[in-house]
């Protein structure tokens, strides 16, 4: 759940970083151009050349000059890097904007009020990890580290913006249409947003403030407090981000609630989940190992603490959680979380998980389902030959059915007792150790 939740919060985030981007852009141009019809193929290749894309405006650009200039333009675009299948990342159909030209001579880029109607944007991640939205400029490298850019939009409205997110790795696409974004910046240059749209089919509203645009369009530090309304939840957050561009440095207090969990996994692809009210708090602390968690969760029934470190929520590559788990419906549970088909049994599961790679560390398992229980201790190897798969197991109760489906492997009913250790190796599995009654079989390995 935390890669569905990461990846939808980068849409939200993305939101006001693409379609300002291209409004900063034809507030550069006039910088350098004055008769801009004459000269747009000129103005139009410098500015792809800054970006390190291919920027168009195919359609009528006009200006009137003045010490608050105003342009218009239609069929703007800003296209996608080469690895891309799709030719566009931003693409606007109508804009008008304010900006102050002396104030952009000596210090940052300020729209005074800016109107999109009709716009696309798409954030997409290539095989090898790629985002779109990095971009690279066609200009000499420079022994001086790069100056930030300064941006600034005082006052903005959007109307009709489609937000997509793909990934290669996966057919799952996230969609937000957003019917108005309007956005206001204070005396810090902070953002206050209100959006309304729909995510995912269902209807959202998304207020609160975030920023500085500054630091979001650089990647850089952001603080935030929002809240987000959807298909009838509350999720709000609050804090900062240090690197908003990798979603790492996160010191923030997440918090969710809602009558209808069902209606919440849907939108991240779970039909079959845990039904009924939820709620959770989840605190997030930035450290030398990336992000420390604390999550509380009650699903419905099902109640979740997980607590411990990992080093990204984008690309998580380590992490060390201490998790456990209980709730009167199994069933309910393992669709929740991707897991087998088992028994509705009351359940209760605990233990750590050290992750850097595999085989991954299973260390202290404890699984009770119904009467029937198991533990574990080892490492499980990569799927799906889990070659190095090495662990201590332990279990009895009379079905082994519910704790066989665990291993997708189907028993018939019948009591059990075993104990011993499993080694997966060069595609083999040996047993060593090994007693076990099933019923009135028994088998015993040495």
Known sequence: MLKHMARRTKVLLGVVV???????????AYLFFSDLEALRPTFTRYLSNEIGREFLIAGDFAADFGRVTRIEA???SLANPGWSGEPYMVHVDHLVAELDLLAALSGPLIFDDAEIRGAKVLFETDEE??????????RPPSTQPPKPFQLLIRHAVLHDV???????????????EIDRLEIT??????LDMSLSGVFEGEPAQLTGTFGTLTGLVNADAVEHDLELRLADATISTAGSIARVGSLSGIDATVTAEGPALERITAILGVTDGVPGPFSSTAELTANAAGEHVDLTARLGELEVRVQGELDSFVKTERMDLQMSAAGPDAAGAAALFGLPTISRDEFEVSGR??????PAALEEVQVRLGANTLSANGTVGRPPHFDGTNFEFEGQGPDITAIAALARVELPADSYQMSGRLVREDDRIRFDALDA??????????
């Open 129 to 138: 990890g790629r985002f779109n939205w990095v971009f690279s400029s066609d």
């Open 74 to 76: 239609t069929d703007v």
């Open 162 to 176: 489609s937000v997509a997110y793909q990934r290669a790795t996966t057919t799952e696409d996230v969609a937000l």
């Open 353 to 358: 998980l050290r992750w850097g790679g595999f």
């Open 185 to 190: 910046a204070d005396e810090r240059e902070i």
């Open 18 to 28: 693409g379609v300002p981007m291209v409004i900063a852009a034809l507030g550069l």
């Open 437 to 446: 009654r099933i019923g009135q079989a028994s088998i015993a390995v040495n």
